[in-house]
């Protein structure tokens, strides 16, 4: 169950504001760039969410991968986005398919300032066990 867990908090962005709002094309976009990352997309989902005083709101793009997820959640009337990335190592090490995957999407947001973090998830502790003895 060990796995990187990426994400990424995107101020500023200074991509065109349709990466913002169309779920459609970000979502397409995401699937792509997860192949050439090397992951494995196995299913997606997209919303929209409604207007607000007449302007686009933001979209939430989700690619389930065969190693686990990528998550986009955006922010038009901030031009702010946030990003999940999170893939298990269990048959291999995808933490470097991972990062290229997070740094792609930065670079299509173009964020003027960007929080990045990544959390080692699942680590095991050695941790001693002693035996419990049980007579016969």
Sequence with gaps: MQGLHLTADLHHCQCDAAWLTDAARLLAWCERVVVQAGLQPVAQLAHTFPPVNGQASGVTATVLLAESHL?????????????DVYVCNFGGDHSARAQALLQALIDLFAPAHAERHALQRGELTAVPVTPKVVPA
């Design 71 to 83: 998550c986009v959640h955006t922010w038009p009337e901030r031009r702010a986005v946030t990003l």
